[in-house]
Every structure is written in structure tokens, then in C-alpha cells.
């Protein structure tokens, strides 16, 4: 298979992004008279042979990859890019694709032809991020673990293949190439290179996908469903916000194909949903690599725009995507209300949870630590956590579940997991949390990844008073310890 060369993932980034708002842009402008690509259409237009030969490589000048036919069965159709002719596909299940043949019929015969799917900057088959298939009419492999293709027709103008991923193949963009060559022949082969981005997403419905959720219901409330409610405030005035979710738009999945790109996180981890929900937790806000929304309590917006205005995360995600500087501004609810579309845009069930009375545990102990002195004034520290940081208890608190196997935990503990994109507390050193198995916090297992500990503080810490007492080798005493303030 012809070489793509190495690029530096400085170089693919930067031609990534550029495409991505490029083509949105085009999108954009152009909204209701894009042109479906049809089987018809001419390719390149490239001359790929000058020479007149007896029998020459099948010249391929175009791929059309079925969007919607595809989409239908990838449940995608109500992505806009499908709309729009981009295929949007999950994981672990197949599709159909036809390679255009101007000049002459394929020979099952004389005629090789290998179609390689590639992913990131360096694709390379040792490392997963390529894979090179011989066509031929056999059936798939029977090893569920690697990529199959076969050809299930062809006519003078076109081949028809239909393409298998594995149920753990990495999610992102991938691209299309095509090598021709014909048997015992000295030629050159000839390559068509795709132009189109194929995206390539987490398959809930799929069994050997590692987040397969069998109740198909709440597939379709927790993937499907781009609206819903957040519930928000005090315990007794608790009201639920409208929210949409928006994970159809045509902003969405090119703008998650760049945080992931900023989280740093590496290809060959994309595939796994412990560590892509991870990334996105990071990413949603803006407090380590100008992830998309900034974060503030205070009051003062008038920089930007006042958490409680925000109805929806599509208008917060055009405006990221337009800039690539973070939005302005956020709180709780509207953290989650992104990090839920987000998940949902990729594949990953998602629900948005709201806590009342929600601890904050800033050191790690799983109480919620308030200090006085001999005359029993409040006091503004906390011994036990020398960064500076204060345990406090908020009226509510806005996170989400996304549901995924957890092979890297014991049995039992998989399904839901909590995730928390609202900057609180660094873990492994960034502003990010989860995802923590539900399992493990109701059994408080604190020592399971990631971050079971903050969360189980955060629906069943203690609430514990100090008083300064200098008899005591601590300098204070345990006077109170109640589950609320």
C-alpha cells in the first residue's frame, strides 16, 4: 500500500482544524444548496494513466459512501452533516460504499484492489490506526477483532463493497484510500486518496462495543434525545430548565474532533470510552488547555454572557468553534448541558444529573470541615489542606452519568459513571473527574479510578465541626458531625 508519509502531529492539527472550519464555514454559507454527492459524480479529475496499455490498473476517480442508506442503519440520519453528504457511522457494525470505475468494468480475475482506512497523522497498522483490506468476495473474517471487506457486486461504472469495523476500533475522523494493480505486472499501482471525512463513532447498540447498553428505551433518551431538562436549585424550589442539547448540529462533531485533539489525548486511546469521557470532562472547561466554556460565580458577566441566559449548548459550541477561545460564561448546569451533548454527539450514553446539598471536599477526607476558634468565630482555613483550598457545601450541583463497560475494574463495577466537567478539584493534575463507578461509590470503594472518592464526598460526606483546642496534638476538636449542615 502506497506510504502517506509521517507528519508531525503539529501539521496535522493545524490541517484539521483548518479544514473542519473551512468546510463548516462553505456549510454555512451555503445552507440549504449543498450537493449531494450521487454515483455519478466525477472524482478528481486527475489524469492517473497517459500511456495506452493492453491491460492497465482499474482507475478508480471517486468513492460515494451512501450517507444516508448508511445512516439509516448506523442510526445517524439526523446528524446535519449526513444531510449534507458527509457519512457518519458507529463502530463495530458495517457499511457500503462503491468505488467509481470510469474507463472499464473490474476483473475479479486479473484486478487487486486494497482500500486503506487511516487515522490521525501517522497511520500505521501495528498501532491500530490503519487498516489495509484485499477485496475480494469471501465472506468476513471470523475473528470479530479485525476489519473485513468484500465485494458484494459490481457493473461497468462501479464496484460495490461493503466494509466491517471491530467494536473497538478508534472514533474520530478517518480517511479513504484506494490502491489499483493488476496481477503479475511491473506498473506502478494507481492510488485515489478521498477527499471526505468519515466519522467513525462509539455503537451503544453493538455487543462487542464497550459502551453497549441493552434497553434500546433509554438508547434512544440517552443518545437520541437532543433535549431535555436540567433540574436546578435549592432542595424545595428545585425547578427543571430546558435545555437543548444539540448534538445533531452541524457544529458539534467537527468541534469534538478538535478538543480531542487539544486534550492531548492519544490516538490509540480513542477507542476506549473510559478515557475519551475522561478527555471530555478536561476539555469542556477552560481552565487547562482553553477548553470551551469559562467558569464564574461572582456575578460579573459583563464580559461575556450570564450562565442563566444560556438555553441550549449549540450556540455555546458555533461560538467555540468560531474562535477557539473559550466562552464566556458557565456554571454547573451549563457544564453538564455541554459535556452532555458532547457524549452524545460521539456515541456515549449521557444523562444530566443534579445533586441537592452537594458537598464540596477540597482535601480528600470525605467530611466537609468547618473550623472555630476558642470563642467559637468561624475561621477561613482548613488545617488539613495546606494548598489553601476551603471544603464548602453548595445548594446544588449539576454533573453527568455516561454508561460504558469497565473492564479495567473488577466485575460488577461497569455501567453508569459519574463524569464532572465544573472546574473544582485538579485530578492527575488537571480539571477533570470521573468517570467514577456508581457501583463504587455506593459501595465506597474510594480507591477505584477515577475520582471515587470526591464524588461519594460530594452525595455522603459528613458535615464535621472543629473547635480550637490547644490540649489537642491536632489543635482542634471534633464538637459536631452530622450528614448536613
Known sequence: ??????????????????????????????????????????????????????????????????????????????????????????????????????????????????????????????????????????????????????????????????????????????????????????????????????????????????????DTDLLNEYVLEDQGKIWVGPHGSSRGRHWVFGQFDDSALPLVMIILEKSGLAFSARGNPVLVSRALSKMVNSNDDDGILVGRWDGKYKEGKAPSAWTGSVPILEEYFQSLKPVKYGQCWVFSGVLCTVCRCLGIPARVVSNLVSAHDANSSLTIDTYFNEKNEEMKLDPNNPSGGMDSIWNFHVWNDVWMARPDLPKGYGGWQAIDSTPQETSEGFYQCGPASLEAIRKGQVGFAYDVSFVLAEVNADYVKWREDKGSDFGFKRVNSDKYQ
Open 1 to 214: 500500500m502506497a506510504n502517506e508519509g509521517n507528519r508531525s502531529f503539529n501539521e496535522y492539527y493545524t490541517d484539521l482544524v483548518s479544514r473542519l472550519r473551512r468546510d463548516y464555514g462553505e456549510r454555512r454559507a451555503a445552507e440549504n444548496d449543498a450537493l449531494r454527492r450521487s454515483l455519478n459524480d466525477v472524482g478528481d479529475g486527475s489524469e492517473t494513466e497517459t500511456r495506452v496499455i493492453a491491460n492497465p490498473p482499474l482507475k478508480i476517480d471517486g468513492i460515494y459512501f451512501y450517507p444516508e442508506q448508511n445512516g439509516k442503519n448506523h442510526r445517524t440520519t439526523k446528524f446535519q452533516l449526513v444531510e449534507r453528504g458527509t457519512p457518519v457511522l458507529r463502530r463495530g457494525q458495517s457499511f457500503f460504499l462503491a468505488l467509481k470505475t470510469p474507463e472499464r468494468r473490474y476483473d475479479r480475475v486479473s484486478d487487486i484492489v486494497r482500500i486503506s482506512f487511516n487515522f490521525g497523522p501517522s497511520p500505521s497498522t501495528v498501532k491500530g490506526t490503519q487498516h489495509i483490506l484485499k477485496l475480494s468476495t469471501e465472506s468476513f473474517p471470523k475473528d470479530t477483532n479485525v476489519w473485513g471487506a468484500r465485494i458484494v457486486g459490481s457493473d461497468k461504472n462501479a464496484i460495490s463493497v461493503e466494509v466491517l469495523t471491530n467494536g473497538n476500533t478508534y472514533v474520530g475522523i478517518w480517511k479513504c484510500v484506494v490502491e489499483t494493480t493488476v496481477e503479475n505486472t511491473s506498473q506502478q499501482p494507481l492510488v485515489y486518496k478521498s477527499p471526505d471525512d468519515i466519522y467513525l463513532l462509539f455503537n451503544p447498540w453493538e455487543r462487542n462495543d464497550g459502551t453497549y447498553m441493552r
